[in-house]
């Protein structure tokens, strides 16, 4: 998993002050300072905020191994987009590919990036929904209902599928495996 500016995503324990950073200091109260609400890179108390952050919802650790899954995330994701009510699917795709011809009615953009977006977020959990998403999201140049229709399906899908993970045993050897995309030409758009 690769988190950009981690350490910015910590929120901290005790309160923490900074002097006003050049060029943004502030006319009328050029020598006060301000207090952080999060972390920033430099100071002590980062990495133990991140770490903190990130643990706190994402992973679950017992005897037997851990558990890692962002069930919270996917139900914030869910209301968001008001998908908390919609009928649970058992796939994440149709077994019919998707149109790729451009016609038929768009569908405004920044919502559809918006749900696009966050199902990407979320596959560092969930590699189930990994190659639905990305494929949805060759679409977001010019979306249309029937693009919106196959990203709903696979929120359908995951309101169905919300607290599956990963699971790693604590007492089998670990094995790194790796695969390739070797079809990168496979797409004609």
Known sequence: MDVKTSFLNGPLKK???????????????PNKVYRLKKALYGI??????????????LIHQSPYGIFINQAKYAQEI????GM??????????ATKPLDAGLSGTPVDQ???????????????????????TCYC????????????KEVKRIFWYLNNTI????????DTGFELTAFSDSDYAGCWE
């Not at 002590?44 to 919802?57: C, G, I, M, T, V």
């Not at 869910?78 to 987009?81: A, E, G, K």
């Not at 966050?118 to 189930?128: E, F, Q, R, V």
């Open 15 to 29: 309160e923490v002050y900074v002097n006003q950073p050049d060029g943004f200091v502030d006319s009328h109260h």
């Open 44 to 57: 002590k108390q980062a990495p133990r905020a991140w770490y903190d952050e990130l643990s706190n919802f």
């Open 78 to 81: 869910l209301n968001n987009h």
């Open 84 to 93: 908390t009510s919609c009928d649970s699917i058992g796939t994440q795709m």
């Open 110 to 132: 920044m919502i559809y990036h918006s749900m696009v977006g966050a199902l990407m977020y979320l596959t560092t959990s969930k590699p189930d929904i990994v190659h639905a």
């Open 137 to 148: 999201a060759r679409y977001q140049a010019r979306p249309t209902e029937k693009h919106l």
């Open 163 to 170: 607290y599956m993970g990963l699971w790693y045993p604590k």
